[in-house]
């Protein structure tokens, strides 16, 4: 799916709009991918920390890292 996503956003990037609508679609894709990452990690992590109050940390970080692909995405931006 990420790839036929690349390759329509290429696509829209090359002829039909410009490379910084391309970049805000690319944004705007990965912001939804991690939103739809960080429903069902931190629908565990909650889980698990309801049954273990020292699994906090371990819960936190793993529901941050989808955040780390939209950081990325932003970096993309300013790359275009």
């Known amino acids: 799916m990420l790839e036929a996503l690349t390759n329509v956003a290429g696509l829209l990037a090359q002829e039909l ?10 944004v705007g ?13 931190g ?5 698990a920390i309801a049954e ?4 906090f940390g371990q819960g ?7 955040e780390t692909l939209v950081i990325l995405a932003l970096v ?4 275009v």
């Open 52 to 55: 273990d109050e020292d699994l």
């Open 76 to 79: 993309t931006i300013f790359v």
């Open 29 to 41: 894709f990965a912001t939804i991918g991690a939103g739809i990452a960080e429903r069902s990690i």
């Open 43 to 47: 629908a565990a992590a909650m889980g």
């Open 60 to 66: 936190l970080i793993l529901t941050v890292i989808p």
């Open 17 to 26: 709009i410009s490379p910084t609508a391309a970049a805000a679609l690319a």
